[in-house]
């Protein structure tokens, strides 16, 4: 069963940084791609960056490249999510996910099937 959870979220100030991260277990996690998803009030949950199963491709949405970065640690079973420069606008629910197929395209946001319960994340003076 896989299982993932997530942490680091807290309440920052504009500008600030935070780094999120994921800890994963109950497969091979170094097989597969993980993606951060966020979810913020009446909002649906969107993609925000991926990255495939050896870390060397990554995707960024629009609205966080160039201030997030994922990484991860497949010797760790942990996947990372630094962000700076945080703006309200990034005040959310931030989800860690991964697909089910080890040969799923990772920017795929419709192939990511299993999460964690999220951590929140709010940007506020």
């Known amino acids: 069963q896989v299982q993932l959870v997530e942490s680091g979220g807290g309440l920052v100030q504009p500008g600030d940084s935070l780094k999120l991260s994921c800890a994963a277990s109950?497969?091979?996690?170094?097989?597969?791609?993980m993606g951060w998803f966020r979810q913020a009030p009446g909002k649906k949950r969107d993609l925000i960056a991926a990255?495939?199963?050896?870390?060397?491709?990554?995707y960024y949405a629009d609205s966080v490249k160039g201030r997030f970065t994922i990484s991860r640690d497949n010797a760790r079973n942990s996947v990372y999510l630094q962000m700076n420069n945080l703006k309200p606008d990034d005040t959310a629910a931030y989800y860690c996910a991964t697909p089910q197929f080890k040969d799923s395209d990772y920017k795929a946001g419709g192939a990511y099937e299993y999460w964690g319960r999220g951590t929140q994340v709010t940007v506020s003076s």
């Open positions: 990255i495939n199963w050896s870390g060397e491709r990554k």
């Open positions: 109950g497969r091979t996690f170094s097989d597969y791609a």
